[in-house]
């Protein structure tokens, strides 16, 4: 997890190339903005965490429920990047039939 700066350096960067191949990817990826609200989504085919892009996106994290240890430690670290302006990194898990899973989110 880590908040944008005024300054960026990548001019040439197209951001519908980045979501393209971010899309790609075999995981999660959230991306939420420093005011709590999901930019983006993207989960594997097996979502073992209910998440529907389509509904989630838009949404502030604690209208979408990934798991309590989530919601409580992503407040946590949004408060502290917001306040320090230093990335921060967590772990979390879920519950998904009768399984527990871990995650780590940066």
């Known amino acids: ?3 944008q700066g005024s300054n960026n350096n990548s ?3 197209n951001i519908n190339d980045i979501y393209t191949a971010i899309s790609k990817l075999s995981d999660f990826l ?5 005011e709590g609200i ?3 989504i993207t989960v594997p085919e097996n979502n073992i965490v209910d998440i529907d892009p389509d509904i989630s996106l838009d949404k502030h994290y604690s209208e979408v429920h990934i798991s309590n240890n989530f919601s409580r430690t992503f407040e946590k670290k949004l408060t502290a990047l917001n306040k320090t302006s230093t990335n921060q990194e967590f772990e979390f898990s879920v519950e998904s039939n009768l399984q527990e899973f871990y995650f780590y989110a940066w």
């Open 11 to 13: 001019k040439n960067l």
């Open 1 to 3: 997890m880590s908040k």
């Open 38 to 40: 999901y930019q983006y």
């Open 30 to 34: 959230l991306i939420i903005n420093p």
